[in-house]
């Protein structure tokens, strides 16, 4: 896999996450999903940024807001739409949904916080087998009220593990206002652990590629531990449901979308081009998704698998 | 008609009003939102000194709950999905369970810890799980089912204000939509409560031929059950009676005792894991109980996560038809 720095290219990765998304919540009415789900529209340009950077074979751990991480990470979109669509073309094959997704080195869960200690296992792992990999980590300012959170920050400086946290502050959880959850701040939570943090009220991808791209080094180089703070914000609800923020305070997010203030940098027919062909790419995606057949029960395995 | 969730609520109402110690905690349960399940609403607004919006830490919350009630107070926790229970299995197991009989029955730990378990949502493998189980048979800690029948307010109250103990309350997403049952509006059915504060339910239809199976269940499953229960009676001419607990644990199996003996065969149904399960001690406590002839059997979910698919999720949960062949199957047993 190969992530590119081209800026028409981070400008597809975003589009491509955020006309998946509104597909999935224009969709949701016509009964094509079960269950839940959580879009990543507002933030795609820290999963694109972010992740510019990554290697062939580093991990990511994503958590309950998983489909822009996995798209940027280069997950297929008809398999995403296909899993949440319960298809047996799905990237689980039905079985995960939305939360639930696991591919090649990307790992989801819909367990806020309890990725963190997995993720530093899968680092130190990486580093026992001196694979050169390392670790990004999603989490939000909600997860931040895990205990395990913090368990993890202190093994992963302690053993100077290849991690890369990525605290995406979206100002939310689910209807709760930062402001009515968490004490003291972001920053200081990863520098008390001695991790070396950097924190931006941005959308705009470049300057996300450009933050993150000192980590990345320092964190490759076996420097042990480092964390990205990126203040943001979510435009769609939590789920599907409804939203209890205000309007006012949403459209004043807007101005700040994420796509539109990258795009003026760039020329405006390549940028129609992209549009263009990222329409057509989530059109086929959901077509033949939803043309696959479902999920066959018969291919449910045991949960348990055969000893060596 | 009150539905299940308007029950649980003006319980909940209820008890703030009635007893300043009386604390509601959860994640996202204020105004406007009111919780995830909508349980909490209104509670913020009426009793905003009383009603805490928490972070997310369901360990840390239910702690503070045990805290909360050993200095006087009567918490009530709520945690979002009853998946996120495991966060807090520590709190529940080595803390609030212990601390009583620990310190020589000194001290009490007033706490209700209330969630939402079970799966038919599509919300796949982490938030669909039914995980009583797990918590059931610890010493110490009471684990409650509420169900459509009777008066599922009623019994949340009671273990609010009047339980002095830690009490799991269970609650199932699929019911609080449902209609709740007074035992006198069940015309279809003749039905009683055993005496008790945590009453069982006997059920049966009303001017039926004697009933050859008992049904043991509890929480959806009793509706699921009942459903059964008439199509049994109308289409096979098979006969059941129902015994919906609402103490899971510790378990009493006097109500499903009495049934047996009249009728011989125990179907239990559940819609947690079929193995090492609450149907399983049912089957334990019919087995020890000497009743001779006795044929049993269990309807469950299958011993594996729970997928997000509708497909794959109606093969692992139990449905209507997994309970209807195995009473068919029993009856001819
Ligand atoms: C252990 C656990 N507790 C609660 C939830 C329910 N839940 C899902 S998302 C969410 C809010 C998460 O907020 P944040 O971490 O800020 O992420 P965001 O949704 O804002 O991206 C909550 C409470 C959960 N999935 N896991
Ligand atoms: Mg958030």
New interface residues.
Partial sequence: MTYSSDPLELYRQMLRIRRFEETVLDNFPRGLFFGTTHTYIGQEADAVGVLSHLQEGDVVVSNHRCHGHFLAYGGSMHALAAELMGRATGVCGGRGGSQHIQWRDFYASGILGGTLPLATGMALAEKARRSGRLVVAFLGDGALGQGAVYESLNMAALWHLPLLLVLENNRYAQSTPITLNLAGDILARFQAFGIPAEERDTTDVLEIREMAQQAFQAVRAGEGPRALVIHTYRFAPHSKGDDTRDPQEIARYRERDPLPLHASRLDPEAVQKVQAEVEHEVAAAFQRAEGDSAANPASLTPPLGAMS | MTTVLKALNAALHFCLAEDPGVYFLG??V?D??GG?FKVSQGLSTAYADRVI?????E??IVGLGVGMALRGLRPVVEIMFG??IT?AMDQLINHAAKMRWMSNDRVRVPLVVRTPMGGR???????SQTLEKHLLGAPGLRVIAACTLDDPGGLLQKAVLRDDDPVLFIEHKLMYTRGVLALSDLEEWQAERTDGVYPAYRLRIAGAPAPTITVATYGYMAEMAREAALRLAYQHEVFTELVVYTQLSPFEPEPVLESLRRTGRLLALEEGGRTLGWGAEVLAQAVEGDLGGLRAARVAA????I??????E???LPQADDILQAALDLARK
């Fill in positions: 994640e996202d204020l406007p939102y995830a919006a928490t972070p997310i830490s360990g840390g998946d996120f966060l949502r599509g919300y796949g493998p982490t938030h299958r011993d594996m996560p997928p997000a698919a509708a497909m794959l109606a093969q692992v």
